[in-house]
Structure formats: structure tokens, C-alpha cells
């Protein structure tokens, strides 16, 4: 999943958005990797902010999405141990991203001003 995830440059990734039907995802911010089973969202700020998102699992759509400025996030590591990962800002953006993935609630169901970008043609 860190491979697909790196090979489209993205921050994170959902076991759905792959076909897996796990409650887990991946997520690396500021060079630091968190895979998370079961994650849950033990907290949350009352104060938002908005800013651009996009998904792997639609390229070239971006849009204005609200989010929780803070957010406590608790689920299981790769070894089964118990974790609480207290997240600010874009970290913070991404695992309410990835949380919804696994909610089934894409970015697009929430975001304003929704622009699409045509991308590059890749040349092989
Ligand atoms: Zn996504």
C-alpha cells in the first residue's frame, strides 16, 4: 500500500479504496508513516478550517473541504498494540480524509467548489 501510495504522490490511502474491506489505512505527513487499524477519532476540535483537497481514488478532481483543525485519533498499529495519535493541521486533514474513505464518504460529498484539472498524458 506505501508503494502505491508514494508512486501517485499521495499522503494517504484507504484498504477500500484498493478493494480490501479493512478498517485500515496508511498515511505519512512530514516524513513520519502511520498504519492504523481500526482507526477512531477519540477527540475533536470544534474549530475548522477549509482548505483544497484531492484523492487518489478520483485524480485531477480537487475541492474546498471544512475540516477539524485537531483531532486525536486512537486504533491499533501494525503489531496489534494500542495507539493515540494526537494530529494538527494536514495531518489532522488527512486522517478525517482517510476515516471517511472507510466510512464510505468521499471528499467530493463534502467539498465546495469542486475543479477538475485535466492531467498530463504520461509518455511511455
Ligand atoms: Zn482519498
Redesign the pocket.
Known amino acids: 500500500m506505501r508503494r502505491i501510495m508514494k508512486a501517485h504522490d499521495g499522503v494517504?490511502l484507504?484498504a477500500n479504496?484498493l478493494g480490501l474491506s479493512h478498517r485500515f489505512f496508511i498515511a505519512e505527513n512530514n516524513r513520519k508513516f502511520y498504519a492504523i487499524w481500526n482507526p477512531e477519532i477519540s477527540k475533536i476540535s470544534n474549530k475548522s478550517a477549509t482548505e483544497e483537497e484531492g484523492?487518489?481514488?478520483i485524480p485531477g478532481v480537487f475541492g474546498q473541504v471544512s475540516r477539524s483543525i485537531a483531532v486525536t485519533l486512537t486504533g491499533l498499529d501494525l503489531r496489534g498494540k494500542k495507539v493515540s495519535h494526537k494530529a494538527t493541521g494536514f495531518l489532522a486533514r488527512i486522517f478525517q480524509?482517510?476515516l471517511d474513505?472507510l466510512d464510505g464518504i468521499?471528499?467530493t460529498d463534502k467539498a465546495t467548489n469542486i475543479r477538475e484539472e485535466s492531467l498530463p498524458v504520461s509518455i511511455q
Do not use: A, D, N, P
Open positions: 494517504g484507504s479504496q484523492c487518489l481514488s480524509h482517510e474513505h468521499l471528499f
